[in-house]
C-alpha cells in the first residue's frame, strides 16, 4: 500500500489513530497514521454485534437471580474469567463465586473496586443495573 492510500476511515478509534506501514515514493517503508479501516470497522461490526447479543442474554439472566452483573461487565470488556482473575489477583474460584448475585452483593468495598478498575468503570457502575439501548 502506497502512502497516500492509508484509509481513514474513523469509526471505532474516537478521534485515535493506529499505526499502518505504507511504502513512500522511494520504496521505503514508512508508519503513517490511520483513522481506521471500513474491512476492519466492518468486521469490529460484526463481533460488536454477538457481544451485545451475549450481554443482553447475561442481563436477561442478572434479571432473573441467576448470575450477577460482574458476569455482564466481564462479557462487555471482552474478558475471560480467566483474564478478569490476572487483572484481579482474585482466584478464578472465588470469581465463579461472585457470579451468584447473593454473594456478589455480600462483596465488601475493597473487593468490589478491585473489580471495577479490572473493568475500567465505578463501583456504583458494577453494582447498578445498567441503562441500555440494546
Not at 517503508?29 to 442474554?57: H, P, R
Given at each position: 500500500?502506497?502512502?497516500?492510500?492509508?484509509?481513514?476511515?474513523?469509526?471505532?478509534?474516537n478521534g485515535?489513530?493506529?499505526?499502518?506501514?505504507?511504502?513512500?515514493?522511494?520504496?521505503?517503508?514508512?508508519?503513517?497514521?490511520?483513522?481506521?479501516?471500513?474491512?476492519?470497522?466492518?468486521?469490529?461490526?460484526?463481533?460488536?454485534?454477538?457481544?451485545?447479543?451475549?450481554?443482553?442474554?447475561?442481563?436477561?439472566?442478572?434479571?432473573?437471580?441467576?448470575?450477577?452483573?460482574?458476569?455482564?461487565?466481564?462479557?462487555k470488556n471482552?474478558?475471560?474469567?480467566?483474564?478478569?482473575?490476572?487483572?484481579?489477583?482474585?482466584?478464578?474460584?472465588?470469581?465463579?463465586?461472585?457470579?451468584d448475585p447473593?454473594?456478589?452483593?455480600?462483596?465488601?468495598?475493597?473487593?468490589?473496586?478491585?473489580?471495577?478498575?479490572?473493568?475500567?468503570?465505578?463501583?456504583?457502575?458494577?453494582?447498578?443495573?445498567?441503562?441500555?439501548?440494546?
Open positions: 500500500m502506497k502512502v497516500g492510500d492509508v484509509p481513514q476511515d474513523s469509526k471505532y478509534l485515535n489513530s493506529e499505526i499502518n506501514y505504507a511504502v513512500d515514493d522511494n520504496g521505503r517503508y514508512q508508519q503513517i497514521a490511520s483513522t481506521g479501516w471500513s474491512v476492519k470497522n466492518d468486521a469490529l461490526d460484526f463481533v460488536m454485534d454477538d457481544i451485545n447479543e451475549e450481554c443482553a442474554e447475561i442481563l436477561e439472566r442478572v434479571k432473573l437471580g441467576e448470575t450477577s452483573l460482574l458476569e455482564y461487565y466481564a462479557a471482552v474478558m475471560s474469567l480467566e483474564l478478569l482473575s490476572r487483572y484481579t489477583g482474585i482466584s478464578l474460584r472465588k470469581i465463579r463465586q461472585h457470579l447473593h454473594k456478589f452483593a455480600e462483596l465488601d468495598e475493597s473487593v468490589l473496586l478491585k473489580y471495577a478498575d479490572a473493568l475500567r468503570i465505578s463501583v456504583d457502575e458494577l453494582t447498578t443495573f445498567p441503562q441500555t439501548d440494546q
